[in-house]
């Protein structure tokens, strides 16, 4: 089994515990990938559980306080609103093509801030495809979302709907000084 497959299973077939750590281990082995590609920093694997671990209590934490923070309107397996499915998981990151020369970067935001990047794809006719991640100052995934929404081939429509969704999702997560 390839390992894009096994994740897909795991996304199918597991529970949201099981699938946290699996996105927040490879996040982690992304992440030193990253350091000892771009900035020849090498992680020893210690260093690479620590991360994931870090991540993972920390994702875990924001999971519950958004199921602390119910009201009498909210329910606890509600999406960012009603009108969407996205739910809060983290997104593992796919390489991108290798035929293209460009160097994509994220700068990171000031310290004590968050940023949280967004993109909509047209992904289907008649449906979009629109991803979120939220990071802090250290480039830590702190919570990101996927999701399909049915939608028109306008790209500057679909763009702007998911920016309102980044909105909404950052709202949700009770996140203050955010940049986008």
Not at 34 to 54: G, P, R
Not at 127 to 141: K, Q
Request: charged share 20%; proline share 4%.
């Amino acid at each position: 089994m390839e390992f894009k497959d096994w994740v897909l299973y795991m996304f199918q077939k597991a529970d949201l515990n099981s699938i946290n750590l699996v996105c927040t281990i490879t996040d982690s082995i992304w992440l030193a990938r990253n350091l000892t590609l771009h900035e020849d920093k090498v992680s020893t694997v210690q260093d690479i559980v620590e991360i994931a671990t870090n991540n993972n209590n920390r994702l875990r934490q924001v999971q519950e306080n958004r199921s602390n923070m119910q009201t009498p309107n909210r329910q606890k397996d509600r999406s960012v609103n009603n009108n969407s499915n996205i739910h809060a998981r983290n997104v593992i990151q796919q390489p991108s093509d290798q035929s293209q020369n460009h160097q994509v970067t994220w700068v990171p935001p000031p310290a004590c801030f968050y940023k949280i990047n967004c993109d909509a794809s047209l992904a289907n006719p008649g449906e979009w495809g629109i991803g979120i991640i939220a990071r802090d100052e250290m480039g830590r995934t702190i919570a990101a979302a996927t999701s399909r929404l049915p939608g028109d081939s306008n790209a500057l429509e679909a763009e702007a709907h998911t920016l309102f969704q980044t909105v909404a999702f950052a709202k949700d997560l009770c996140l203050r000084r955010v940049m986008f």
